[in-house]
């Protein structure tokens, strides 16, 4: 359903466009990783993994389990709730890992919260947190790195900022692009594969960016 409901609602607020690398593929039981800029991009990019014919299973904050009908339709689809600081985040990494078990793709936002920023420019992602490098290294699952950009330009800022930005976004609808890189398998210590996840995570958005002539993606 989430994914039927970000195809037809991403849209309507933006001019979505998908590119890939030339050989890149969902393959099933795979990690996808894509850079988290916005509270809109979790749609962006489920509706441009649906133009790839693919419904992740999908890591995300818990909180999103108290919103009346989100949080019914998540628990209802499998989707993955994340208690941030807490060792139930631990208890995340097991539904995730059964998950690729079974075949499903599970999308990881691994800087694991928004930036700070105000403005609704574009920048790369930041720190990674460790939870994709240990669920690669426990699950042996390649991982597939997403760029997007453009989804600032819908909600960024303050609380009153990004309730202006989404009223606003049907009439200004802003242009949008993700970007799959080529799968990849991570290899050595955690510090070493999060920080492997991490490039290709950037050369992605910055393949995204630069589809929408952000001047970050020539400076990053």
Known sequence: MLSRVADALVPTVGRLSVTADPGAE????SIVAANH?????????????HRFGARP?????????H??????????????PVVRGDRR????????????ERGRLVLIYAEGGLPRRRDAAEAAPGTFRSGLARLSERTGAPVIPMGQAGARRIT???????????????L?????????????????????????????????????????????????
């Open 26 to 29: 969902l393959a099933p039981g």
């Open 37 to 49: 800029t916005s509270l809109a991009d979790p749609a962006i990019v489920v509706a441009a993994l």
């Open 57 to 65: 299973v999908i890591m995300a904050a818990a909180g999103l389990w």
């Open 67 to 80: 919103v009346p009908l989100l949080g019914r339709a998540l628990a209802r689809e499998g989707h993955i």
């Open 89 to 100: 985040a631990a208890a995340a990494l097991d539904i995730a890992a059964e998950a690729l």
């Open 156 to 170: 960024s800022g303050s609380t009153a900022k990004q309730l202006v930005g989404l009223v606003t976004a049907p």
């Open 172 to 220: 200004r609808r802003p242009d949008l692009h993700v970007h799959m890189g080529t799968p990849l398998e991570l290899t050595g210590d955690r510090a070493v594969r999060t920080a492997q996840a991490r490039t290709a995570v950037t050369n992605a958005w910055r393949t995204a960016a630069a589809h929408l002539r952000e001047p970050a993606a020539l400076t990053a």
